[in-house]
């Protein structure tokens, strides 16, 4: 058997390094470097000012940043406005993302049934994700104020003190306004999603006499399973990435940081405090919350 050509080597270690379509990487590779600047060059140097004591200066000065170790971080862990600002988050994702997934669900099962005005429908729903957010919390504001339409219309059921300022209520109100505003978006991978469940398994369904119910839990849910998987991790990236939402609605997390949110902290500390480097020490500690929190949520969503 004669040795392979020198010719015939060279394609096979490009191959193995990048791959057998070379093309598809040519695709991709504009993705990939926006990814870099956008993303990973960020991250990275959040990542090494948290570990240097990092402030801001006049531009083109030549200032020195010392490292410090694992200083930022303890101060941190040792901050109670940061932990109950994570606090919050685990309250937030607690309301937000079951509801998120179990709405969007059940309205895209019904939106993808022959109903009259049905295309209407799905428009009205997505309506509120694309719409600015302030001017959605302009409207929640109007609602759920001290004086607030809903207010009036609980009348002597109205929690007192009022929904955006009661410490037991804001957070929750919080995730209930962002499942609301996202609906849309989700339901949108639901219909995507539907339009893969084989239509004969309703048809057998039928023919044994199963319920909507039946239908509904034993095709539908197990049919769309993959879907719930990316609609659990994407909201609670986002929940967890909550900034505009307390900052417009409470004040910036109040009463007293009940709503708070790591990113909003971040804000305060980085650019209203001047400390730059305990915001990128918070950022870090966020990001490993989220992939803690996603591989959680990623391992039961597959199991169950």
Do not use: C
Request: zero cysteines; aromatic letters at 14%; proline letters at 7%.
């Amino acid at each position: 058997m004669s040795s392979p050509t020198p010719g015939g080597t060279r394609p096979r270690r490009i191959r193995r390094s990048f791959g057998r379509n070379l093309l598809g990487l040519g695709f991709v590779s504009p993705y990939l470097a926006f990814v870099a600047v956008v993303f990973a060059y960020p991250f990275g140097f959040a990542v090494w000012m948290s570990f240097h004591d990092y402030f801001f200066a006049a531009p083109n000065a030549i200032v020195d940043y010392p490292f410090v170790g694992f200083e930022n971080y303890a101060a941190v862990l040792s901050d109670p406005d940061v932990r109950q600002a994570f606090g919050n988050i685990v309250v937030f994702l607690v309301f937000n993302v079951p509801l998120t997934v179990g709405l969007s669900l059940v309205l895209a099962t019904a939106l993808n049934a022959k109903l009259p005005m049905r295309s209407f429908f799905r428009a009205a729903y997505y309506l509120p994700y694309i719409t600015a957010s302030v001017a959605m919390v302009g409207i929640w504001l109007w609602l759920f104020s001290s004086g607030g339409l809903v207010n009036k219309l609980l009348g002597g059921l109205a929690p007192e003190p009022s929904w955006l300022v009661n410490e037991t209520l804001a957070m929750p109100l919080i995730a209930v306004f962002v499942a609301w505003k996202q609906l849309g978006f989700f339901i949108m991978l639901y219909l995507a999603a539907l339009q893969n469940v084989p239509k004969e398994l309703y048809e057998s369904a039928d023919t044994d006499g199963a319920s909507t119910v039946r239908k509904f839990l034993s095709i539908t849910v197990p049919g769309v399973r993959p879907a719930t998987t990316l609609v659990v991790i994407v909201a609670t990236i986002t929940g967890a990435n909550l900034f505009t939402e307390p900052y417009l609605l409470t004040g910036g997390g109040g009463p007293d940081g009940a709503s708070a949110s790591p990113v909003l902290l971040m804000y305060q500390r980085g650019i209203e405090q001047g400390s730059p480097d305990v915001a990128a020490a918070i950022g870090v500690l966020l990001v490993l919350f989220v992939l803690a929190v996603s591989l959680i949520n990623r391992k039961l969503t597959e199991r169950g």
